[in-house]
């Protein structure tokens, strides 16, 4: 069944892979984005991807100024849910800004959860993170694993499910699903919308592509003495495109008038170092990535994936 559902983050990397499965699925979107960490030619794309016009609200969910806009476009919107992406997400920087993470991530979070609440639509698909479970468990990590995540960003994807739950609680009408992202990698297969990090990337896959592309001389492997088969960090590398399936599984879910919160883990329940995604990017793009082994990262783990 169809849905009208309000998608704030859709113009991001996970977020336009979100909207296109969901639109060329049937479903009506309102996306909400700020576009500070997302191209406007996303929308256009998303359109052409999926054959279907899409109505974008530019606000920040997070400024108080934007907030009676954000509730009445929402309320005029008629949804049925929405799906949460919008936040900050650089594990460094919110170590170096926590305030702004906690502003920005919480406030945002809790914005959504008065508009829905305003808007009668009490169902809400949240994008968390693998990474509040932190370095306490036994791989491979399922939902019951224990959560303590390390910095500042992960906190902040720990709280709002602790919020998500304390409203659930409330109130017995409320529908949520926290999904536990692993490590999101990949595109759509047209090649039209994808990662485009500002500045230097963060994570390793951007980082490999523009290595692969020539932008960056030689790629800087964190570590090679932790204790994983070859000496690299290990994590689970879900395809975006999987991912956003898991979001229309999530609304399905929901549509079953399902109550309560549920926290699910979407990863692809396999383990890769970092020495394997090196040569398999290598061999995929039939470019050379130069490498250097360099010292571990501050806060990184050594081995975290999904259960299957
Ligand atoms: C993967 C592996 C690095 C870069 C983080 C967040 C998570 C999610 C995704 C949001 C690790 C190694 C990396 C590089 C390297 N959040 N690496 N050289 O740290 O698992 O997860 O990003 O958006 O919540 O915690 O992802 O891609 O940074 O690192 O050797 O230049 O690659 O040490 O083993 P991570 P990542």
Redo the contacts with the bound molecule.
Sequence with gaps: MSQRVVIAGGAGYIGSHVCVELMSRGDTLLIIDDFSNAHPEAIDRIRELSNANVVVLKRDLADPMHKADILEAIKAFRPDGAIHLAGL???GESVAEPERYYNVNIGSALTMIEALKAANAKKFVFSS???VYGDGNTNPVNESGGTAPT?P??RT?FFIEEILKDIAISDADWQIVNLR?F??VGAHPSGRIGEDPNGI?????P??AQVAVGKRDK?????NDYPTRDG????DYIHVCDLAKGHAAALDYLAEDKKGAIDINLGAGKGY??LE?VAAFKRASNRDIPFEI?P??D???AE?YAAS
């Design positions: 997400k650089a594990v993170s693998a990474t910095n960003y992960g994807k992202y490590n999101p990337p963060n994570n390793l896959f980082f490999m790629l800087s492997v964190f570590g690299s960090g290990v994590r170092s970092v995604a360099t571990r990262r806060g990184d783990i975290i």
